[in-house]
């Protein structure tokens, strides 16, 4: 298999739906919100982070389960319920909208990868790995070390720039 293609968009404003009130759920409201999407979570239950999302006005939480239709004004949606038969459904649902869908389990079923993410200035670094668990396991070290080195990494990159500026000169034109 191929690896994934990175593609970056703009979540800024755009409706996002979250299918799930875990800690997976949970973990991506955080990076979608992150880049400013507008996230709605549906679930009859949530968990604590959510619930404080929730209390915060952060999101927009629906108390109940998935029914057909409710990814219709999305721009993205994950499926991140505990039940495979209806994150199939959530799938199924996006796909035939044309909306890309993030689907936990069985990842399969998803049209894009959830990345892990480091951002800082005005840089995103996006990490993915495959499918399988110990997969999962090394992306999250990979990023974390990569936010352990940001600052230094590019701080490093800002002092190599300078260089290159006066040794070149500035661009004319």
């Known amino acids: 298999m191929a690896p994934a293609f990175p593609l970056y968009i703009d979540l800024e404003g755009n409706n996002c739906t ?5 800690r ?4 991506r409201v ?15 239950e949530l968990c604590e982070e959510l619930r404080r999302l929730d209390l915060e006005k952060r999101i927009r939480y629906i108390p109940r ?3 057909r239709g409710d990814c219709t004004s999305s721009y993205l949606c994950v499926a991140a319920t505990n039940n495979e038969t209806v994150n199939i459904a959530i799938s199924d649902e996006c796909k035939a909208k044309a909306i890309a869908v993030n689907v936990i389990s069985p990842a ?3 049209t894009f990868r959830f990345p892990a993410v480091v951002t800082g200035e005005e840089i995103t670094i996006s990490i993915s790995g ?3 668990r110990e997969d999962e396991a090394i992306v999250d070290l990979m990023r974390a070390e990569i936010a352990r080195r940001f ?3 590019y701080a490093e990159v800002l ?6 500026l006066q040794e070149t000169g500035p661009k004319k034109g």
């Open 30 to 44: 955080s990076t979608l919100l992150a880049f400013g999407a507008k996230v709605t979570v549906i679930s009859p």
């Open 108 to 110: 399969a079923f998803g």
């Open 18 to 22: 979250v299918f799930g009130g875990g």
């Open 130 to 132: 495959g499918e399988r």
């Open 65 to 67: 389960r998935y029914y």
């Open 151 to 153: 600052p230094e990494l």
């Open 159 to 164: 002092r190599q720039k300078e260089a290159l």
């Open 24 to 27: 997976t759920a949970a973990s």
